[in-house]
């Protein structure tokens, strides 16, 4: 079983304006001390995925883990660590037939019922969210809270990421309610470094 680091950053094409300025954003995140991050893009130009996760790879070498969101087949040929599936995307056991036995597997779930299931499967981790509030999806799924972490705590013994407006004044309090990590996004974008070292402070 994996051990999750208590922070993990996803790095959305959509908040960056250019290539650049995202590898470099995963530059300071790494300077923080963040040892996995995702990488999460809505535009469906394949190219323009390969492209830019090409890029953040050669940026970040093998200092840190790298997930890709979705897309299967753009982890392998990035060359990245894992990819992590949502409840509209390729299944779980079918991304696990692209990326192979020793690639991680995420799956995002939105209730009770989404997180058993996930729990069957070969999935290295699970995701359980919106916690909070969020801004980062158009059609947000209905907010799980505090409880909706116990809830998916129980549930399960594989690492749990808690996702969905997660900042610094409440990150600990879903720790506490039994997340393995947090998954943050906006909350990283305008200071990197320093907002991951502080995460990481509050959650040590």
Known sequence: ???????????????????????SAA??????????????????????????????????????????????????????????????????????????????????THNPAQLREAHQTSADYLAIGPVFATTSKLNPDPIVGIEGVRQARAITNKPLVAIGGITLANCRSVFEAGADSVAVISGLIREPRKSAEDFLRILS
Do not use: W
Not at 8 to 22: G, H, K, R, W
Not at 47 to 55: D, N, W
Not at 59 to 72: E, F, H, Q
């Open 1 to 23: 079983m994996i051990q999750l680091p208590r922070v993990y950053p996803i790095l959305d094409s959509s908040c960056f304006a250019d290539t650049a300025e995202l590898c």
């Open 27 to 108: 530059r300071e995140l790494i300077s923080a001390g963040v040892t996995l991050m995702q990488y999460r893009t809505k535009s469906g130009n394949a190219r323009q995925m390969l492209e830019q996760t090409r890029a953040l790879k050669q940026s970040v070498g093998g200092s840190t883990k790298l997930i890709m969101n979705d897309r299967a087949d753009i982890c392998l040929a990035a060359g990245f660590d894992g990819v992590h599936v949502g409840q509209d995307d390729l299944s779980s056991e079918g991304a696990r037939k692209v990326i192979g036995a020793n690639l991680l597997l995420g799956v995002s």
